[in-house]
């Protein structure tokens, strides 16, 4: 059933909101998973769309998938080796993660280019190069990844340029090989340094994981785990950013600055207050900010692209003018025109948006285009003056966990309706 947010805006919103565990960290760690052919379980499983889809996968896969509240175990034992369809791929790129820890337990996949939120091209070659780069055999046919890892030996891979799910995608096929796999120029967020600590925690032998350099010694076998994985960054940022618009005393249980330094520095720069804590962050807002003139996406440590369509909206209500440069994914402003729709004053040149700060913003029907521009949507309608119909909610399903309750809970005007 096709679902929309109605939000009557301009709340002051108080009181406590959770962060849930990490949907980037999350995907490939449940890939991960059938690298051992034990018990598996996860302790703080959040209900976002995009688990789900990945576990109808880890099914055709013949593993068993038990839910329990947050609780979610897997048992391994009957794991077996199936091509992956499109049917399965299209509704998730995280699919891709399965492809090296099938090869490292089966030495061969046979899988479906994956498909993901409309942001870009996001192509895999060079996922596929590294796999070649340590003797995997591939062939692209008709839509589908052949893989041939008979000859697959431990080694050296350069990653031609720095890739978040290149770099899990290749972590994961080696901790099997024998021998030493380095890895280098890796990426460094620290979605690559939980899945280390989780195939650790089940025997592997990783290193430098956060560094530029990732050095994993094969090892026989894993083995089972009991795993909570860490928070949510990106939901994070998406509520700190919010709190700043309309916080009074908001506190985002979960949320770290060690997880994105420049974002605190941008809250710190902006007319609100925030205090940190052992467990979170309380924030409130302080008036209209001034901008911040320039922000550029680019791999962690710096800004997240996936924070930038949230960042847009809170610049849309600055006094001045801020310029955001997207620099990893070519087709990440399709929120643009919907912030418009709402009042916003914005001008996108390539890969730049000005945005001249605005008093207010108004009440629209508006269009998520995919998971991040939703939450942006969401949150100007939060702010906005008047009645805000978000509409393709199911994007924003794929990585927030009922997010209209937990606003609602803050003081929202928010209702999932019906469309
Ligand atoms: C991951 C995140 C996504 C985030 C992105 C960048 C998950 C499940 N998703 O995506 O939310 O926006 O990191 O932080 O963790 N590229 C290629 N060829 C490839 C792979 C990537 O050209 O084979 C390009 C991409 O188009 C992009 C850049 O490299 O411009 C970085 O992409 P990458 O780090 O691989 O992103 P994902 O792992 O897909």
Redesign the pocket.
């Known amino acids: 059933m096709k679902e929309k947010f109605l939000i009557n805006g301009g709340k002051i919103l108080s009181g406590e909101i959770e962060v849930e565990a990490s ?2 960290a999350f ?2 760690i449940l890939a991960g998973s059938i690298l051992c052919d034990d018990k598996v379980t996860f302790l703080n499983t959040p209900r976002f769309s995009d688990i789900d889809n990945m576990c109808e996968i880890l099914k055709l896969l013949n593993v068993e998938v038990v839910r329990n509240g947050e609780l979610l175990s897997l048992d391994l034992h009957s794991l077996k080796n199936e091509k992956i369809s499109h049917e399965y791929t299209n509704r998730l ?2 699919s891709i993660f399965l492809l090296g820890p099938l090869l490292a337990r089966f030495k061969q996949a046979v899988i479906s280019y994956p498909g ?1 939120c409309n ?10 190069n590294a796999f070649k780069s340590l003797g995997v055999k591939i062939v692209e046919r008709h839509g589908y990844i052949y893989c041939n890892a008979q000859n697959m030996k431990a080694g050296k891979v350069v990653f031609s ?6 770099t ?1 995608s290749v972590m994961m096929s080696a901790v099997l090989l024998k021998g030493k796999t380095t890895l280098y120029n890796v ?1 460094r ?1 620290p ?1 690559i340094k939980e899945l280390a600590r989780f195939l650790n925690a089940m025997g592997a032998k990783i290193s430098g994981a956060g560094t530029e350099k990732i050095e994993i010694e094969g090892v026989k076998k894993l083995k089972g785990v009991e795993f909570a994985v860490c928070k949510d960054r ?1 939901i994070a940022g998406t509520h700190l950013l919010l709190g700043a618009l309309v916080g009074k005393n908001m506190r985002v249980i979960g949320a770290r600055r060690e997880d994105n330094e420049i974002l605190f520095d941008i809250l710190k720069e902006s007319a609100c207050s925030f205090k940190e804590d052992d467990f979170g962050v309380t924030i409130s807002s302080c008036g209209r900010s001034e901008a911040y003139k320039f922000i550029e996406t680019l ?2 440590p710096n800004f ?3 924070l930038q369509p949230m960042l847009m909206t809170f610049e849309t209500l600055t006094k001045g003018t801020c310029v955001i440069k997207e620099n ?2 070519e087709n990440r402003f399709n929120h643009v025109m919907e912030l418009i729709k709402m009042g916003a004053d914005i001008f996108v040149k390539d890969r730049l948006a000005i945005i001249k700060g605005v008093e207010k913003l108004y009440g629209a029907d508006v269009f998520a285009s995919d998971l991040r521009a939703g939450a942006g949507l969401v949150i100007a309608g939060l702010v906005a003056e008047g009645y805000t119909t978000v509409h393709n909610i199911f994007y924003i399903d794929r990585g927030y966990e009922s997010l209209e309750e937990k606003y609602a809970k803050l003081g929202a005007d928010i209702k999932r309706l019906p469309e």
């Open positions: 949907k980037n995907l490939p790129r995280a993901g942001i870009g091209t996001r192509p895999i070659d060079i996922h596929i340029s720095v890739s978040v799910g290149a899990e990426a967020e979605e990106i791999p962690y997240p692209t996936d990893l994914f």
